[in-house]
């Protein structure tokens, strides 16, 4: 009684904000299997805990198991510094449905006192068999001033190389820098597979990427009232070049916008995907899983 004379005296501001930190309730279940293509898994549990109050003996193994409950069987848990990507290799080792890249963000690379010996650990992350991608890497004009984007670019050069040579997918962090990204791309010669994480371009920007052969990977923000121009850009990639993601803990799809993500709420922004191109649901979550196989290879 007194919890429902609580929320009934609250104003919607102090239920929202008492809310925020509440993980939602799951969606409903998708009607065939996909993967997150890109969470941190690490910040999460860290963080904000497990969806459901799952297993804090293992919140790993908790959060895997919830998102499976709707369809998410696979995960790609994505480093952003060298403690990061150390935990995303060991923890892509221990867990079946979990796969891991190694970086550093574009907004680390600045901040770090000794940026070569940094990027040699990354590569001898890299080399490790159940880590499948380089990134998150690129360029980041919005945090990062004029005073760190040599050091950035230098880092971006550097996981290009890397990729390469060990022949893995590059993903890329792509904020307010579209044209630079394309220009280092062009200049370091692209690796066979390159994923634009979060991609944030509009139409015109998703179809130069598309032309190039690169995937690009759409997360909760593609369900934003205001994202109408993403919506466009969603529109005009192939279903065999586009990717799903959570970013979790962030990027929160609508309708919860606001509170904790993780990689349980995938069936929002698929099934918002699919109605934004028009692609019957099945069908798109179908192409989705095969192209996370084609991107990251066999779990």
Not at 16 to 30: D, I, T
Not at 70 to 91: F, I, K
């Amino acid at each position: 009684m007194l919890a429902a004379m609580t929320e009934q005296n609250e104003s919607r501001k102090q239920r929202a904000a008492r809310r925020a930190g509440e993980f939602p309730p799951a969606p409903e279940p998708l009607p065939r299997p996909v993967l997150d293509s890109h969470t941190h898994l690490d910040i999460t549990v860290s963080e904000v805990g497990v969806p459901g109050g799952g297993s804090a003996e293992d919140p790993v193994a908790a959060a895997i198991e919830v998102a499976a409950g709707v369809g998410v069987d696979r995960l790609v848990q994505v480093g952003v510094d060298l403690d990061s990507s150390r935990w995303s290799a060991d923890v892509a080792d221990k867990y079946a449905p979990v796969l891991a890249t190694v970086a550093l963000h574009p907004n680390e690379a600045p901040r770090v006192a000794d940026l070569d010996e940094a990027l040699r650990e990354i590569e001898a992350l890299a080399a490790r068999d159940r880590v499948r991608g380089v990134g998150e890497t690129g360029m980041d004009f919005f945090r990062t001033g004029d005073e760190g984007r040599a050091a950035q670019e230098e880092s971006f050069r550097a996981h290009i190389a890397i990729a390469k040579r060990y022949d893995k997918a590059l993903v890329i962090h792509d904020r307010d820098a579209h044209a630079d990204v394309l220009r280092i791309l062009d200049d370091e010669g692209a690796p066979d597979t390159v994923v634009l994480h979060c991609f944030s371009g509009d139409a015109e920007f998703a179809a130069e990427c598309v032309r190039r052969g690169y995937l690009l990977s759409f997360a909760g923000t593609v369900t934003f009232g205001s994202a109408a121009a993403l919506r466009e850009a969603a529109a005009v990639t192939p279903i065999d070049q586009l990717l799903v993601e959570t970013d979790a803990p962030y990027l929160t799809p609508m309708p919860h916008r606001g509170r904790p993500n993780a990689s349980y709420l995938i069936p929002l922004t698929v099934r918002s995907l699919a109605a934004t191109t028009g692609t019957d649901l099945d069908e798109l979550c179908a192409a989705i899983s095969a192209t996370g196989d084609r991107v990251f290879g066999p779990w």
